[in-house]
């Protein structure tokens, strides 16, 4: 179950990166859903050992029949309802099926594997969507800082031209210039600010974290990294992500899986060997056994020589009594074994088809494992190119602010000694205002550009 922060329940707390990679991957849908299947993977697993074991059944039944019927107790017809009870055991193995059970039992192993190597590709691929979306609260974050930064500078700009103004030593439209940049640094704090709450949107949604949860990033006092372009080669980075990306494994997991599933459909075609085995006990309210017999005479009128006779004889007849429940469950145990051999010799195309579908998965896997190298080693190929560019982006944007902050220290020198007019000298600090912001665009770029080459290189994500 997803537990979702609320700001009543949760103490305000300080966030850094590491944290918000462990909360998503504790609470993520996608990550949780792949567990299951993880589980899931392990009951067939169980499912298909057991599958060596023989089965054991038991069953037992009531009756009550009326009319002409049999007696399940001596299998004679009577007239009479009676009263039945019946409990039999019944188990079964498979001796021989082609190897059926034990390629069925390595296939569930592979498969189980496979899960687990999915997820583990879950929770790297959620890693890297919570750096993003952390960097770009940062980003945002720095944005807004130096917006603010930039409105105090106007401001107090503005405050010393406008004491100039007063004291006559500058005309006062000189002011209108300032006035315009004051207000395009009003709109720039405003836009920067709903920056950063959608920043925090997006990584709140990624958390599974309520939106009105107050939330503080961790920001470190140094997070350039430094990437040596032309020291790392795409046949190091693609090497080492061909290795630990767990979704290239899992996909090669599933070809093995495949191959197995050929192997299972392969097997119908051949002979199966079955051992049955049952014992079962019967109980009839019209049961009866003998408790004695009844001893009697039979007088018989017969003719001796034309004169009537009497001849006594004597009879014997058993004493019937019910037989006692118990009695009837013991005196009526039956029991018996069976083999059994089934010959495959036409199931309607089913077992045919059934190799053919099972053939074309291997193939559709083994297809699915090069499409997937393919696919990163282009990625890998693009995140090099991205991470070469942006270090050269970066760079450049460090040089140009460096040389806009030169140019306008000089802008400054020169309108303080009113060699610039105002519109020149707003023009030099709006030109140093989009190299910072540039720098600063270049900066998060860069480092998250690095970010991703960590992530095909096989390292965590961090910025430590």
Not at 232 to 248: H, K, M, N, R, V
């Amino acid at each position: 179950m997803v537990a979702l922060w609320s700001a009543t329940a949760i103490a305000q707390d300080i966030w850094n990166l590491e944290k918000c990679i462990n909360h998503a991957m504790q609470n993520n849908l996608d990550i949780q859903q792949g567990r299951l299947s993880i589980e899931q993977a392990n009951i067939s697993k169980k499912t298909a050992s057991h599958s060596r074991y023989p089965s054991l059944n038991g069953s037992t039944n009531l009756g009550l029949n009326f009319g002409r019927t049999v007696d399940p107790t001596n299998n004679e017809f009577i007239t009479q309802s009676f009263f039945s009870n019946g409990f039999s055991l019944s188990s079964g193995v498979t001796l021989y099926n082609s190897g059926r059970i034990s390629n069925t039992i390595k296939q569930s192993e592979v498969n189980q594997e496979s899960a687990s190597y999915s997820v583990k590709q879950s929770e790297r691929d959620i890693a890297l969507f919570v750096a993003n979306a952390y960097l770009s609260v940062l980003f945002a974050e720095e944005n807004l800082k130096n917006a603010v930064a930039q409105q105090k500078l106007n401001s107090e700009q503005y405050n010393q031209v406008e004491s100039l103004i007063n004291a006559g030593v500058r005309p006062s439209n000189e002011l209108l210039d300032l006035e315009a940049q004051m207000a395009r640094g009003e709109q720039s704090i405003i836009s920067q600010q709903n920056a950063v709450t959608i920043a925090f949107l997006n990584l709140k949604q990624l958390l599974l974290i309520e939106p009105g949860y107050e939330m503080i990033l961790d920001r470190p006092s140094n997070v350039e990294i430094i990437l040596d372009s032309d020291v790392i080669t795409f046949d190091e980075i693609y090497a080492s992500a061909l290795s630990s990306q767990p979704g290239i494994r899992a996909a090669e997991l599933d070809v093995r899986s495949a191959e197995f599933g050929e192997k299972i459909a392969k097997a119908s075609l051949y002979p199966s060997i079955n051992a049955s085995g049952n014992i079962g006990t019967q109980y009839s309210n019209q049961s009866r056994k003998i408790d004695g017999f009844n001893v009697g005479t039979n007088d018989s009128q017969v003719l001796i020589d034309g004169a009537p006779s009497v001849i006594t004889s004597q009879s014997v007849s058993p004493r019937l009594v019910e037989n006692p429940y118990v009695n009837q469950l013991d005196e009526n145990i039956s029991y018996g074994f069976g083999l059994g051999v089934s010959v495959p010799i036409y199931n309607n195309y089913r077992v045919k088809s059934g190799m053919e579908q099972a053939r074309l998965n291997t193939m559709s896997s083994t297809l699915n494992v090069e499409r997937q190298k393919n696919t990163l080693k282009t990625n890998v190929q693009q995140a090099l190119a991205d991470a070469r560019a942006a270090s050269k982006s970066y760079q450049a944007a460090k040089k140009s602010r460096d040389a806009q902050s030169a140019a306008y220290t000089n802008a400054t020198k020169q309108y303080d000694l009113g060699s610039i007019n105002s519109f020149d000298y707003v023009n030099s600090r709006s030109l140093l205002d989009n190299a910072e912001i540039s720098l600063i665009i270049a900066k998060y770029d860069y480092l998250f550009k690095a970010k991703v080459v960590d992530f095909y290189m096989g390292r965590p994500i961090s910025l430590k």
